[in-house]
């Protein structure tokens, strides 16, 4: 077994090498500290809109109230929040979190048939959902449990005038509401207006409590719920913290949140450690938009960011984002996909900041591994075990391998799931014998301590018995200065098994595949060439932006 408390004494002074998982608290206790010292703060902005944290306290209560009084629902009961980054979200979720009952976290993009499964799969009681999306819903909700449905819109949050007009412009202007009918469904304005005098006794909760299904595996096989308790989810937030290692102040942070909130890195990066550290998230909504985007980044002097690779490359590629103010700016993760080399480099020859690569699963809360704050290069590393993680490289039995060869990297700490919902049978299959869960991701660490990830087992390319990693290729051809975005697929072949096939976005309109393979050639050996370009105007991705190397295998064999 590899330990981390080495490492982590020799990357810099002051860094907890552990914490201690019984000391700390539900994750609502984090609110009611914030709004007791720093009530005036700002919690969130959105839409020019500001709420603090004493107005967003007593909110929360006041979505926990009517679910317990109003709904009759219980300790337990899982509720979906179907919503992307608006205030409702943060004030649904710790309303649902207060009243001691399960946040069951929704993509507001999924199908009907998606949407069914989660919901049935989950058992939800309840949902959150935005009008945009309530004909989803209509489709599948009687083939669910759902017995309440609080259908927010857009505007709700904001002061009447402004609401009212972003509610007219979406329904009657850009026609982005579908009209829909469920029966006993309440408005989100009319469910906190009479909750307004209810009274919520609140009990002490459980660390052990779940806190969250978030589901997870849709791009690898069924959607599983991971069950995150509230000491899994609580743990992280100090392990960041630790990390961090106090740069962070108390109700001073502007940190630019553009990933979907119901997204675990978003979840517990933005919006659970900023309530710890009483910041301000700036809630992107359409961050799909990039003009917008950045215009709303013109009005901020942001000290933190997330984001993925291909959110970064297009900001970077971007015309105004060289205006942003980046003097301020303190820390950018970049996790849910590689970084690569290329866009690290620009990002701190831009900002004067490192892009600091973080890892981590939905399973795992998520952070496992973060790279130094200080780093002046990309270096191609996830970084090192953050407090109280162990690591190991596995072989296919799970047993560990010796440092600087090649397996699968299992992770153990507080943070890590205590399994799937429902589903023993793949909790067993998640963990080795010593109980380390399996990430699914080839990995070495060498004598230092840092890991690099090598690549999805599932995505690994084999041509003629080498292995060959997506990862590695599309670093490469991400350094081409005529390419904005690549993807790397292995096909069948019937000399090799399989060969390297790359899918690729131009920069250049006159970027060529000659030109590609020429620059493929002087960096890699002959095996992991690529023997295919196909050129195309996007990539599919996720809702987070990170590319789906699947969907492009499937469409490639069929």
């Known amino acids: 077994m590899t330990q981390n408390r080495f490492w982590q004494s020799s990357y810099e002074p002051g860094v907890p090498t552990e914490i201690d998982p019984e000391k700390v608290v539900p994750l609502v206790d984090y609110l009611t500290q ?103 819903l209509e489709q599948v909700i009687t083939e669910t449990q759902i017995e309440k449905t609080i259908v927010a819109r857009a505007g709700d949050c904001l002061p009447k005038v402004k609401g009212f007009l972003i509610n007219a412009v979406l329904k009657y202007v850009k026609k982005a509401i579908p009209s829909w009918s469920i029966p006993d469904a309440e408005s989100y304005l009319s469910f906190m207006a009479k909750n307004q005098g209810q009274t919520l006794k609140e009990e002490s909760i459980d660390l052990d409590t779940i806190a969250f299904l978030q589901y997870t595996g849709g791009t690898t096989g069924v959607p599983k719920g991971v069950e995150l308790t509230h000491r899994n989810v609580s743990s992280n937030v100090q392990q960041g913290l630790g990390w961090c290692l106090g740069r962070f102040k108390h109700g001073k942070e502007v940190a630019i949140t553009a990933l979907p909130l119901y997204h675990i890195f978003s979840l517990t990066a933005n919006l659970m450690f900023m309530v710890a550290v009483g910041g301000n998230c700036v809630l992107i909504t359409n961050p799909r938009d990039f003009k917008g985007f950045i215009k709303e980044l013109r009005n901020w002097k942001m000290t933190y960011i997330t984001g993925v690779n291909t959110l970064y490359a297009a900001l970077l590629n971007t015309e105004g984002f060289n205006k942003v103010d980046f003097s301020e700016l303190k820390l950018t993760m970049g996790a849910g996909m590689a970084v690569t080399s290329p866009v690290a480099r620009d990002w701190i020859a ?89 990430t699914g991701d080839y990995a070495t660490i060498n004598e230092q301590g840092y890991v690099k990830i090598l690549d999805r087992k599932k995505d690994m390319i084999i041509v003629s018995g080498f292995n060959v990693y997506p990862n590695e290729i599309e670093d490469v051809v991400s350094g081409h200065p005529g390419v904005l975005e690549v993807a790397a697929v292995g096909i069948e072949d019937d000399k090799s098994g399989e060969r390297v096939k790359i899918f690729v976005c131009k920069k250049q309109p006159d970027l060529s595949e000659e030109d590609l393979i020429s620059w493929c050639r002087e960096r890699m050996t002959s095996y992991k060439l690529p023997k295919e370009v196909e050129f195309r105007d996007e990539l599919p991705k996720s809702t987070v932006g990170k590319i789906l190397r699947r969907s492009l295998r499937d469409e490639t064999a069929s």
């Not at 507001?108 to 309530?134: C, G, M, W």
């Not at 790279?371 to 596995?394: H, V």
């Not at 090649?406 to 080795?432: I, N, S």
């Open 34 to 136: 914030t709004a007791a010292n720093y009530p005036t703060a700002i919690a969130f902005s959105n839409f020019g809109h500001q709420l603090n944290y004493r107005d967003f306290e007593q909110q929360s209560k006041q979505f926990a109230a009517g679910l317990v009084s109003r709904y009759g629902l219980s300790a337990g009961d899982r509720v979906a929040v179907m919503l992307p980054n608006l205030i409702q979200y943060p004030i649904a979720v710790y309303g649902i979190l207060r009243a001691g009952m399960v946040v069951v976290n929704v993509n507001p993009l999924y199908t009907p048939r998606e949407l069914k499964h989660q919901l049935v799969d989950s058992q939800s009681k309840a949902i959150v959902v935005l009008e945009n999306f309530a004909h989803v």
């Open 350 to 438: 831009l900002t004067g900041k490192p892009l600091v690569e973080v890892y981590g699963l939905s399973e795992t809360s998520p952070a496992v591994c973060m790279n130094r704050l200080d780093l002046e290069d990309y270096n191609g590393f996830i970084g090192l075990p953050i407090a109280s993680t162990d690591l190991i490289i596995a072989d296919d039995d799970g047993n560990p391998v010796p440092v600087g060869e090649q397996g699968e990297l299992c992770v153990k700490g507080p943070q890590v799931t205590k399994g799937y919902w429902q589903r023993p049978d793949e909790t067993a299959k998640a963990f080795t014998q010593d109980g380390y869960y399996r």
